[in-house]
C-alpha cells in the first residue's frame, strides 16, 4: 500500500465525520449559536434606533423654542415720575430674549423692552391736540379763513344776481326831486309832521339815518325810535335789489317830538358800481321842505347833512 493512501486512512480513522464547508457551515454555525444571538442582535438595533430618534427630537424641540428671562425691577418714586407711570409699589420689566443658535453654555443675548408708558384705561388711540393747542389754534383759523372765503364768494355772487334782476336802471349822476318823488310814490312813503328822504342811482348800498332829540338813532339797524320815528323803507341791504334805489324815515303826524334833529349819510357798501356815489336828501318839517345833494364813497364816516331844531 502507497503512502499516500496510508495517510489519507489515518485521517479517516481520526476524522471520520467529514467537515463542512460554504454555506453548509454557515448553516450549521448559525444552528449551533441558538436563537439568543438573533434576538441580542435585534435588541440593539431597536435601541439604537429609539436613541437616535429621541436624540433628533430633543434637539429639534430645543432649536425651536427660545427661552424667555423675566426680571422683576423695582423703580424709584423718581424713576416712576420720569416715567409719568401712576405712583405703585413696582413696575415690571420684560426681557425677550433673541435666540441665534441653541446653545447650553452660554446665556442667550437679550434686549430690553420699554415698560408702557400709557396711563391705565387709556386706548390704543393717537392722543388728540387739546382745545388750546397751536394745532387746534391753526386748524381753527385755516377753517375760519375757508369759510370766510366761500361766504365771501357766496355773497358776491347773489350780489350779482341781484344786480341782474334789479329793478331800474343804473343811470348814475344824482336823481331830480321829481325822480325822487316818483320813488316814494312808487314805494309807498310814509309822511307826517317830520319826513326825511334820500334817493340814488345805482346798486350800492347807501343809508339814510336821523338822530332824534332824546339821543336815539334811527337806522337799518334800529328801524323805530322810542320818539315813535320810524325807517320804512330800506334798500339794497346786503346786495343790489334796486337800481333806482330810495329810502325814508318819517314820524307820522302828531307823534314827532320836540328839539334838535340831524340828518346823517352813510355809504355802507359798494356792490360794483362807480364810486362815489351822488345823492339827495329831502327834509320836510311841519310843511317846509329843503333838498340836499353830495357825494359819498365806501368805508368813510357818516355825513351830516342837515341839522334843525323843531319847536
Given at each position: 500500500m502507497s503512502d499516500e493512501r496510508t495517510q489519507d486512512l489515518m485521517e479517516t480513522l481520526q476524522d471520520p465525520f467529514?467537515?463542512?464547508t460554504g454555506f453548509s457551515r454557515l448553516l450549521i454555525l448559525r444552528s449551533e449559536s441558538g436563537p439568543s444571538m438573533a434576538i441580542t442582535t435585534i435588541l440593539l438595533?431597536?435601541?439604537a434606533i429609539v436613541l437616535f430618534a429621541l436624540r433628533t427630537a430633543l434637539f429639534t424641540e430645543e432649536a425651536q423654542v427660545p427661552s424667555v428671562a423675566v426680571q422683576a425691577v423695582s423703580l424709584s418714586e423718581g424713576d416712576r415720575e420720569a416715567l409719568d407711570l401712576e405712583e405703585s409699589t413696582s413696575e415690571t420689566v420684560v426681557e425677550e430674549a433673541e435666540v441665534d443658535s441653541p446653545s447650553a453654555s452660554?446665556?442667550?443675548p437679550t434686549k430690553e423692552v420699554a415698560p408702557n408708558r400709557r396711563k391705565p384705561g387709556s386706548l390704543d388711540?393717537?392722543?388728540l391736540p387739546?382745545?388750546?393747542s397751536?394745532?387746534?389754534?391753526?386748524a381753527e383759523k385755516q377753517l375760519a379763513d375757508a369759510l370766510g372765503k366761500l361766504r365771501r364768494r357766496k355773497q358776491k355772487k347773489e350780489a350779482d344776481s341781484r344786480a341782474k334782476a334789479a329793478r331800474g336802471k343804473a343811470k348814475g349822476g344824482v336823481p331830480s326831486g321829481k325822480e325822487l318823488s316818483e320813488r316814494l310814490a312808487s314805494n309807498g312813503a310814509g309822511t307826517g309832521d317830520v319826513q326825511v328822504s334820500m334817493a340814488w342811482n345805482n346798486g350800492n348800498d347807501i343809508d339814510v339815518a336821523v338822530a332824534c332829540p332824546s339821543g336815539e338813532l334811527i337806522y337799518f339797524g334800529h328801524k323805530r325810535s322810542a320818539c315813535r320815528g320810524q325807517l320804512d323803507i330800506d334798500r339794497n341791504a346786503g346786495g343790489p335789489t334796486d337800481l333806482s334805489?330810495?329810502?325814508n324815515i318819517f314820524w307820522a303826524t302828531g307823534d314827532a317830538p320836540k328839539g334838535r334833529f340831524a340828518v346823517l349819510v352813510k355809504h355802507y357798501a359798494n356792490h360794483g358800481f362807480p364810486d362815489p356815489t351822488g345823492f339827495i336828501v329831502r327834509?320836510?318839517?311841519d310843511g317846509q321842505t329843503r333838498e340836499f345833494r353830495g357825494m359819498v364813497t365806501a368805508n368813510q364816516p357818516p355825513v351830516t347833512v342837515h341839522q334843525f331844531t323843531r319847536r
Open positions: 467529514p467537515r463542512p438595533l431597536l435601541v452660554a446665556a442667550p388711540a393717537p392722543e387739546g382745545p388750546e397751536p394745532e387746534t389754534a391753526d334805489p330810495v329810502e327834509v320836510s318839517v
